[in-house]
């Protein structure tokens, strides 16, 4: 079972990002997944989820309205949309399904 993460980088506030978690080793459409993040020195809080039929059923209230998240099955990859994006979004995001955490991409907001 695999869980990686891509797609973080330096973004400008107001910019757009997309976060890539690519899975292997298991039947991706029977799972829920989410999307984690943790800045420096706070701890690790979740951001979105993903229910097993690919409905979202949760968004941290501060990004709702700007984060997506959503997958592809025939690619076993979920994806979180980060739109607007803002200093305080500046973290390592983290994928999290089928009990098995990805090592996390990093997101750098620049002002």
């Known amino acids: 079972v695999q869980v990686v993460e891509s797609g973080g980088g330096l973004v400008h506030t107001g910019g757009s990002l997309r976060l890539s978690c690519a899975t292997s080793g298991f039947t991706f459409s029977t799972y829920a997944m989410s999307w984690y993040r943790q800045a420096p020195g706070k701890e690790r809080e979740l951001v979105a989820v993903?229910?097993?039929?690919?409905?979202?059923?949760y968004y941290m209230d501060s990004v709702k309205g700007r984060f997506t998240v959503s997958r592809d099955i025939a690619k076993s990859t979920a994806y979180l949309q980060m739109n607007g994006v803002k200093p305080d979004d500046a973290a390592v995001y983290y994928c999290?399904?089928?009990?098995?955490w990805g090592q996390g991409t990093q997101v750098t907001v620049s002002s």
């Open positions: 999290f399904m089928f009990g098995v």
């Open positions: 993903l229910n097993s039929d690919g409905i979202p059923t």
